[in-house]
């Protein structure tokens, strides 16, 4: 009776955890990159809903801070950075949730190198001709947002409890209760046959 | 209502754990073998609830359901919570290992808290008193938890006042979601399975006294 009335209550626990679809809040995920000399922030709660109004700072590795502020209502936070290294952000949301994150930041090496020319038009070897560089950069930019876009929502997706994971772990829990039951009968001698 | 690391400084982190160390060996004495299902059940529970969210306003907050713990299984609450909270915390990444103490101390603690007060009063007979101690058990805990999570924020720098209302105002909805739940669990363990109520160590005849304590 005690086991199938506990079943049947985490039953309804489950289902309900099902239905909602998984969404909460313990953690928040801290998210950065580097694009045209300012590092871009992006804070949110495990269940999607942007961080707001958290304060946000970056140090240098030398602990000097590069940029201080707070998130806007979505979430965002962004600073002018132009140096090299490994920066350290870090945020809290003043209700005892926050998160760090080291970011590398390259000071644009990695962003596409700046037009040597002062027109922005440079030859490229084998299109016999010239490209707007430019051009090029903003039409790949717009190309590119869907990526970015789909890339984000994979990477908000993994940092949900799977199932599995929910199960694994009430799996765990069983499994060490029997441990220690196991020991306790072993130590009483009442788990032995007669 | 998981402190994240890096939150709170170590002198808080360090008389956190401590306490909740405490915590847990008492529970861990008073957990006789045949408690041990119970205790994982409840165990089980906790985890699982930490998943089901109420949108609040800007924010939302989550189940947390540590006074049914409390109620049900007193001390042997802080070996529960903890059991679940590190689960929580190696798989979801909720929390922090720093923190792991000091959380379990915020959980457990008013989950014993509302055992101790609203024991006695959820195994009277009288159906509205126990129902009662439910709600009470229910929300009191949430209460007691935000508060102390509050204060573990005010000694690490934050201003006691906004931090407690950020914290103790988001989880109204939740004290009252988890004071019914709570009632309606009492109510329905009443009449099902009465002896679940106490966690109280009974001896069962024909069984040794002093049971498998260690």
Same mark, same amino acid.
């Given at each position: 009776m005690k086991g199938r009335l506990f079943s049947l209550f985490l039953g309804v626990v489950f289902s309900e955890f099902l239905i909602t679809g998984v969404a909460f809040a313990h953690k928040v995920n801290l998210f950065a990159y580097y694009e045209d000399g300012r590092v871009f922030t992006e804070s949110y709660f495990s269940d999607g809903a942007p961080c707001r109004s958290a304060r946000i700072s970056a140090r240098e590795?030398? *602990? +000097?801070?590069v940029a201080e502020g707070a998130t806007d209502q979505e979430g965002l936070f962004s600073f002018p950075y132009e140096g090299a290294g490994s920066l350290k952000i870090s945020l809290n949301a003043g209700d005892g949730h926050g998160a760090q994150i080291t970011f590398q930041a390259d000071g644009g090496k990695? !962003? $596409? !190198? !700046? $037009?040597?020319?002062p027109s922005g038009v440079e030859d490229l070897p084998g299109t016999g001709g010239s490209v707007d560089v430019q051009a090029v950069r903003q039409i790949l930019g717009e190309e590119l947002a869907p990526i970015r876009e789909s890339m984000d929502h994979i990477r908000k997706k993994l940092e949900r409890p799977t199932f599995d994971k929910v199960v694994g772990g009430l799996g765990w829990i069983v499994g060490l209760a029997g441990a220690y039951l196991w020991g306790a009968s072993r130590k009483s001698g009442r788990g032995k046959r007669e | 209502m998981h402190l994240s690391d890096g939150i709170v400084t170590w002198p808080v982190l360090a008389a956190g754990t401590a306490a909740a160390a405490a915590g847990l060996a008492v529970g861990l004495s008073r957990i006789r073998a045949e408690q041990v299902p119970r205790v994982a059940v409840w165990s089980s529970v906790f985890f699982v609830a930490s998943l089901i969210h109420v949108p609040v306003g800007v924010t939302s907050v989550h189940l947390i359901l540590n006074g049914i713990n409390g109620l049900l299984l007193g001390w042997a609450a802080f070996p529960s919570i903890f059991m679940a909270l590190t689960l929580q915390m190696l798989l979801? +990444?909720?929390? *922090?290992i720093t923190v792991l103490g000091l959380n379990t101390l915020i959980m457990a603690f008013p989950a014993v808290a509302a055992g101790l007060l609203f024991g006695s009063m959820a195994r009277s007979q009288k159906e509205n008193r126990a129902l009662a101690a439910g709600f009470l058990a229910g929300s009191f805990s949430i209460l007691l938890s935000g508060t102390l999570l509050a204060l573990a924020l005010a000694f690490s720098g934050e201003q006691f006042l906004p931090a407690a209302l950020v914290v103790v105002g988001a989880h109204v909805p939740i004290m009252l979601i988890e004071g019914v739940l709570t009632a309606a669990c009492v109510g329905f363990l009443r009449k099902v399975? $009465? *002896?679940?109520?106490?966690y109280r160590p009974v001896v069962l005849s024909g069984e040794r006294k002093g049971g498998q304590d260690q």
């Open positions: 590795d030398g *602990g +000097q801070v990695n !962003a $596409p !190198a !700046a $037009p040597e020319k | 979801f +990444q909720y929390g *922090g399975k $009465p *002896g679940l109520l106490d």
